[in-house]
Every structure is written in structure tokens, then in C-alpha cells.
């Protein structure tokens, strides 16, 4: 009898030694430093698929279309800024963007209106052309992705932005998503190609 | 680090504690004669109370201090039927200050119910709100989760999730009967007990010196089931010992393609009663018990996310109470128990870390208590001290922990005005003193009366109160995959209520009985979800607690037991209720306003073969969405199960049946198992 009633103590003490679930990753590498947030990708029919890594909360990403690629702030010669869903020209540079509704990139058609966003970067990212409603924007159409109170999920407008870069070329970009293939938001990926005035 | 999710300290002292009861030695020295030893209490194993005699069509006395007639064997047995939560100590039914539904161990063997979520849906009065993700909690007289005191052998148990016990933990295997006091029970219970009470009393008599019982079933969600318990006992102890493993696949409703409706799950449970007459005045009773619970589902996030979640709970419980039978009539019984809970929850992102969320939680409850226990005259007089302290160490909390302190004090005085009528009044008053919100008084009177012996009439009335949880108070919990933050917040009151109810148990004959009762709950107080911000992009939606000013449950409830011949039973309920948040002007979610159950048994004293089928139909539930306040109502519903079984001889018997028989179950409003159809073997010794 006394061995019988030791064994449920000896069962409820290796019972407690439970499983750990704590999570071992799926094998994936933070980011070295230096190294860049922005992959292109050829998407075949001569423009490039661009993806910008804005995921961070407060780092900004300064892509310089003219030479494809991430550029220090700095530098000043960077056209496009990124963080979250936040994206802004860069004014102080010159830098002009306008948007159409439409779904092909083409040549610029007349009812498109470049300005160039403000210099102060908060202001930029509450009035700039990628942001919300502007004032000035008759559309009243708002930022270039469309928000889900329901799924709280972002999906881009269609509509085709214009750049034109601090050294004057003219640029054509059409957003495809905001989330990578894991469904990570903060992946802004875009494609574009430069295209006659 | 990692580190085992139960540390051995606290398994160790609680082993110390349970070894303390263990009758192991004792056992094997046991001389006494059962003359020497006070009858067990009879609350148990209630299959014997009618097992005997044969019938008579007159409805038996229940005239207090006579000794139980025996009841029929065909008739409805309620005579002998002893329950504890309406009054804190053992007493008859009919002589329980308020009106306790008693699920006895055979009706939970005829019912064929697995766990005790599926026994209590079929109840009148008792709704069980299914959510395939956390499980299977319940409402009483309109009154969420977290507001009905859940109760093993008399003792709160820890693990709340959003307010919710999952139910669906606790297997029918190990249980004896199953109480439910409905209507607010704070002047016993203090905190919780606005709605009512559910108790699960576990088995502890033995019928033989040994015995046990494997039970193995499957079914077509590719689930199984093995359990198996055994007893051993004398003239004076008890060593019981159970357990068993579960396993289910997850399902899908709707055309969802990833995302499942309900979880998988992983279970397994132990559990150790031991019990020891050390003299003809004391009686040692100890219990162990561990679960784990494993649930993995797969979610969606914002955007494309898709997200393996796993949440595994693990409960350790242990509980120490000497009994000391001070005289006729008089008793004095201390309690001690201990419970940890370890929660572990993982949202593991496909294809990618960036969204992994890992949370580990842990709950310590304590609970002390005395209850003294005496019949002066025509008084019976019960009183008690409790002293409760808990702690939730959680990374959702806002410092990381909670801690709470809570001793009280109550009184309840049962007063027998004429003992023929069974005319008695019963006052009760607690008063709770918590650390987060200071005191609480419970007042309670209860009535009762029978007019013919037919015929039992009851009132009652009483003040409830929940404490609001630490969830409430101080969690503050991102959810960025979904997008959305909820916050505590630190100034809620206690949720209040007073109300009452009258009712009558009518019973002509042996073989009918009818119960009925109207219902009122007004509360004040009430902590609900409220939306502070829609949220919008880069900012989530916020959420909080309020205190809504008052809301208002009320309704009426009546069942009927028919028993045309003794090897079949016919049940039949229904329930209106009101339920309204007074405040908004709005229906309060999810409450049917029309509820109806139904039951037939076949079961043969004999027989060799049994069968039951029961359900519910689930009258249009209304919603109100959280997120933009938008109503709609959801469909009624029917959920059936039926479960056969045939004896072959030789203490083996077989089953089969099936569960939500017409495969109800939609994603969004009731995410409930499809059809399953399951089949097993039962042998015992």
C-alpha cells in the first residue's frame, strides 16, 4: 500500500516538468550594419521591383532613384524617404511629386500637379503628397494606401506616383504592398521606372 | 534561461502537504470497525441512494430531522440527495437554504459526457458559451463568466482567461456530482459569486477494497482519449488515484483556408484523493491534482500574417482539510489550498520572427479557511473565516505583477420557524476586506416553505460583488499582429449587484417534478470593454475597462422531470432572459433570450444496453461589435448529442454516439465542433 500511494506523487512531479514553449526562430538574420534595406528585383517588362525594409519605428530610409539605390541622409541627393507607412519627398532638394489614378506606368498626363513636400519633416508627413488628405489635393483622396478599420491592414491605392529627382529626371512608380511574403508589415515594395517628360 | 515551467520547490512543499494526508501507513494499519468510524458523507456515489427498493407512487415526506425514506428505484431521487454550496456544509436538498441543482454521478454517467462543459449544456438554466479558441465557459441567470464562482470540492480555482474557467479541462471521469446555486452567493463566497455558483465535487467514496476503470475512446476529429482511475480503500482511508490524456485535431467552419475555427488539443491530468479517519472525531482529507492543456490554432494577422499560436496551461493544485466532528450536530473543518498556474503563450509567425510574440504567465493562489459548524435549537448555524492571497506575475501586466490580499468573515444562521412546514428563514452576512478596494459587505435571506408536501416554495434575496481582475486593473497588452493595445485601468470599482429570485419545486409524485423560478439582477458597476481610440494606421486601436453604470438581468426558468416508467427519463427546460445594459440602452452580447433543453435516458437497472440523447436549442442571440458599436443577431441553433452504450459481460461495456448531431457552427458566431461522430471501451474492476 505504501508503494501505491508514492507513485501518483513520484507521476505529479515528472509531470511537472512541462514543455518550454518558448519560440526558436526560423532561422533568420537581423540585418548587418551598413548593410542596405532596399532590394531591387527585375520585374521583366523594364521596370524594377523595389522593396524598402521601413520597418523600424523611428529610422528613416533614403532611397536615391537616380542611382537606384540607399543613400545616407546626408548625402542630400535621396529623393524618397521611409519609415513605417510613412513615405516623403525630399523638398529641400527640389525634389517635385505629383499622382494620377491609374494602374500603368506611362508617360505624365497633364492633369498631374507636382509640388514639392515641406522641409519639416513632421509637416511632411502630414501634408506631403504621399500622406494624408492634403488641403490643396481636389481628389481629397488621401495617402497612397487605403486603411482597414476591419483587418487593420494597409493596401496601396491605384494610382501611379511622379518624381521628379534633384537631377531633374522623371521617375514613375506604382506601389504593390506594404507587407513581405510572412506578412510582416513595414515592407513597402514598389515598382518604378523612369519615363519621358 | 529556460526553466521548467512548475518550479520543484512548490511541487515539493505541496507533495509535503499532500504527504501530510497520505494514508499510505495508515491504511496499511487500519483495525477500526466501521462502528468506530462516523458514516462518510453521503453526498457521494449518489448511484446508491437509488439503488434500492422498489416503487411507490406517493410522493415521499420531506419532513426535516426524519430519517430519508428510501427512494424508488424508478422514481426521480431527491430525497437523500445531500449538497454542500448553498450553505457551506452538508444538507439535504430540500433542506438547502436556496435551490441547488444537483447533477448526481449517475446522470452524468447516463449523460456519457466527456468533460464537464458538455454536462452543463444541457442544464436548464446553466448556458454554455462555446469559443473554439479558449474553450468552454458559462453563463447563469444572465451573467457572464466572471461573474459565476467556479468551485472543485468547495475551492476556487485559478486560470481565468478573459474572465472565463474553461470547463472543457475537467473531465466527468473523476467527478461525483456537480452543484449549481444560481443567483448571486457573495454572503458565503465573497468575490465572483454575482451570478452564482458551479461546484464540482470529485469522487471519494469507494463501493469496493479495490477497484479501477480504463476507459479508451476515438472519434472523427481524429481525437482520442484514455483514462483510467483506481481506488483502494478500508474501513478507514482512502487512496484514489485518476488520469488521463486527450487529443484533438483543430477544425474549420466556414472557408477559411488557414485560419482555423477551433483549436487542436494536447491534455493530460492527474489527480490523487487521499483520505484518513485518524479518530472517531477527526478526518483528514488531501488532494493533488495536475493539468496541462495544450491549444494550437492558427490565426491571421494584419495584412497576410499567418501565425502558429500555442497556448499551454499548466495547473498544480494541492489541498489539505481536517475535519473535527465536535458532537451531534457540530463540526469545526479547516482548509488549506494551494493552486499555481503557468501559462505559456506563443504566436510564432510563419516564414519569418518579426511578429513572434512569447508571453509566460503565472497565477499563485492561496486559500485558508475555517468553517464551524452547529445546531442550537432550531438554529443551525454556520460560520467561517477565509483568508485568500493572490499573485499573477504576467510581462501583459503593467509593473509585471499583481498581488492581492483578501480575509473575510462570514455568518449564516439557518432558522427553522415550524418544522412541519419545513418553514425556515435563513440571514447571512459577509464581509470581505480586500487590498485593492477596501471593504465589502454580502448580506443574504433566504426563505423557504411547503405549504403540503408536494409543494416547496422559495425566496431569496442578496447582495454579489467581483472584484475587478488584475486583467482589468493593470494589464497592458500590445497586440501589434492584430493591431490593437488594451489597457488597464487602476480606477475600477468592484462590480455590485443585488437581486433575488422566487421559486417553487412541485412534486406530485415519485415519478414528476417540476421546478420554477423568476429572477432579477440589478448590478452596478459593470466592467466591460470600451473602445478609446478606432486607431488608424501606425497606431493601434485602444482599448480599456470602464465601470458602465448599471445594467439589468432578469427572467424566468423552469424544467420538468418525467418518469413514465423507471427506465426512462424525460427532461425538459427552458429559460427567458432580459439581459440589458441599462446605461447604453443596449442589449448585453451574446445573451439568447430564449433558451430551451431537453433530455431522454434510457437506462435500465439492469440493462444492458443505455441510451441519451440531449440538447439545447439556443434561441437568436444578439451582438454589439466592439470595434464600431454595429448590432446584429445571430441565428438560433440546435446542439444534440446522443451516446449508446451495451454491456457485454465481464465489466466491459461499449459506447458510441454522436456530438452536434445536425453539425451546427458558423465562424464568426458560434465556433463550435463540427459533427463528431465517437466510439469506445469502458472496463472496470
Known sequence: MFRISTLPLIALLLAACGTDLEPKGNGQKEPEPGESRITHVETGDGTLTTTVDATHAESWVFLDLDAAREVDEAAGTWELAFQRMHIIGNGASGVVTAWVEGKEIGAVPDEAQFRADPVDRDQAQAEGVFQTTDPDDPTGAGAWYAYNLGTHSLKPRERVYFVKSDEGRLFALIFLDYYDDAGTSGYTKFKWSEVVP | ?685
Do not use: C
Not at chain 2, 460583488?465 to 492584430?482: G, H, T, W
Open chain 2, 1 to 685: 534561461m529556460h526553466h521548467a515551467p512548475l518550479h520543484l520547490p512548490r511541487v515539493l512543499s505541496g507533495i509535503l502537504l499532500i504527504a501530510l494526508a497520505t494514508p499510505a501507513a495508515a491504511v496499511a494499519e487500519a483495525t477500526a470497525t466501521p462502528a468506530e468510524v462516523p458514516a462518510p458523507p453521503p453526498s457521494d456515489e449518489l448511484e446508491s441512494a437509488d439503488a434500492a427498493a422498489t416503487g411507490s407512487s406517493a410522493p415521499p415526506s420531506r419532513r426535516r430531522g426524519q430519517p430519508p425514506p428510501e427512494a424508488p428505484s424508478g422514481s426521480i431521487e431527491v430525497l437523500d440527495e445531500i449538497v454542500v454550496t448553498g450553505s457551506r456544509v452538508e444538507v439535504r436538498r430540500d433542506d438547502a437554504p436556496v435551490d441547488t441543482l444537483l447533477i448526481t454521478r449517475r446522470e452524468i454517467e447516463a449523460s456519457g459526457a466527456r468533460d464537464v462543459s458538455d454536462l452543463l449544456a444541457t442544464q436548464p438554466g446553466v448556458e454554455i458559451v462555446r469559443d473554439g479558441i479558449s474553450g468552454a465557459g458559462l453563463r447563469l441567470q444572465g451573467l457572464e463568466d466572471e461573474h459565476v464562482l467556479v468551485l472543485i470540492d468547495g475551492q476556487r480555482i485559478p486560470g481565468r482567461v478573459r474572465g472565463k474557467i474553461d470547463l472543457s479541462r475537467y473531465t466527468t471521469d473523476n467527478v461525483s456530482s456537480i452543484e449549481i446555486v444560481r443567483g448571486a452567493a457573495s454572503s458565503l463566497y465573497g468575490s465572483d459569486a454575482m451570478g452564482g455558483v458551479i461546484n464540482i465535487i470529485t469522487r471519494r467514496r469507494a463501493q469496493k477494497p479495490v477497484e479501477g476503470s480504463v476507459q479508451l475512446r476515438a472519434d472523427t476529429l481524429s481525437g482520442y482519449e484514455l483514462r483510467a482511475n483506481v481506488g483502494v480503500s478500508n474501513e478507514t482511508s482512502l487512496l484514489r488515484l485518476g488520469g488521463g490524456t486527450l487529443q484533438t485535431e483543430s477544425f474549420r467552419l466556414g472557408e477559411a483556408a488557414e485560419e482555423t475555427s477551433g483549436s487542436a488539443r494536447n491534455d493530460l491530468d492527474l489527480d490523487l484523493r487521499a483520505e484518513h479517519q485518524l479518530s472517531s472525531s477527526l478526518r483528514l482529507v488531501g488532494t493533488a491534482s495536475f493539468i496541462a492543456v495544450e491549444r494550437s490554432s492558427v490565426d491571421l494577422g494584419a495584412g497576410t500574417a499567418i501565425f502558429d499560436r500555442t497556448d499551454r496551461t499548466e495547473i498544480l493544485d494541492f489541498s489539505l482539510a481536517p475535519e473535527l466532528r465536535l458532537g451531534e450536530g457540530h463540526s469545526l473543518r479547516f482548509t488549506a489550498h494551494y493552486s499555481f498556474l503557468d501559462n505559456q503563450l506563443l504566436q510564432d509567425q510563419r516564414r519569418s520572427d518579426a511578429l513572434d510574440q512569447y508571453q509566460r504567465t503565472s497565477e499563485d493562489l492561496w486559500e485558508t479557511s475555517v468553517i464551524h459548524d452547529v445546531q442550537l435549537g432550531s438554529h443551525r448555524l454556520t460560520s467561517g473565516a477565509e483568508i485568500l492571497y493572490e499573485r499573477l506575475d504576467s510581462p501583459r501586466l503593467d509593473d509585471g505583477e499583481g498581488e492581492r490580499f483578501r480575509p473575510a468573515l462570514f455568518v449564516q444562521d439557518d432558522w427553522v420557524l415550524a418544522e412541519e412546514q419545513l418553514l425556515a428563514v435563513t440571514p447571512g452576512l459577509r464581509l470581505d476586506h480586500d487590498s485593492d478596494f477596501g471593504n465589502q459587505l454580502s448580506p443574504k435571506l433566504s426563505a423557504r416553505y411547503a405549504p403540503i408536501d408536494s409543494l416547496l416554495l422559495r425566496a431569496n434575496y442578496g447582495w454579489g460583488f467581483r472584484a475587478a481582475s488584475f486583467q482589468e486593473l493593470l494589464i497592458a497588452f500590445d497586440n501589434p499582429s492584430v493591431g490593437y493595445r488594451v489597457e488597464g485601468n487602476p480606477e475600477l470599482e468592484p462590480e455590485s449587484s443585488r437581486g433575488g429570485s422566487l421559486g417553487l419545486t412541485f412534486q406530485p409524485s415519485s415519478a414528476i417534478r417540476l421546478d420554477m423560478s423568476v429572477f432579477r439582477n440589478d448590478l452596478e458597476n459593470l466592467i466591460t470593454v470600451d473602445t478609446l481610440d478606432l486607431g488608424g494606421p501606425g497606431r493601434p486601436m485602444r482599448m480599456s475597462y470602464v465601470n458602465v453604470d448599471r445594467a439589468l438581468t432578469q427572467g424566468a426558468e423552469g424544467s420538468i422531470r418525467y418518469k413514465p416508467w423507471r427506465i426512462l427519463t424525460l427532461d425538459a427546460g427552458y429559460t427567458y432572459t432580459h439581459a440589458r445594459n441599462v446605461t447604453e440602452e443596449t442589449w448585453l452580447s451574446g445573451r439568447p433570450w430564449h433558451r430551451a433543453t431537453f433530455g431522454v435516458t434510457w437506462r435500465p437497472d439492469e440493462g444492458a444496453f443505455t441510451a441519451n440523447l440531449r440538447g439545447e436549442w439556443v434561441g437568436t442571440r444578439p451582438f454589439i461589435s466592439l470595434e464600431d458599436g454595429t448590432y446584429h443577431e445571430a441565428a438560433p441553433y440546435t446542439y444534440a448529442s446522443l451516446r449508446v452504450s451495451q454491456d457485454l459481460g465481464n465489466n466491459l461495456s461499449l459506447f458510441a454516439g454522436g456530438e452536434n448531431l445536425l453539425n451546427e457552427g458558423d465562424p464568426r458566431d458560434l465556433t463550435i465542433s463540427p459533427r463528431t461522430i465517437f466510439a469506445g471501451i469502458h472496463a472496470k474492476y
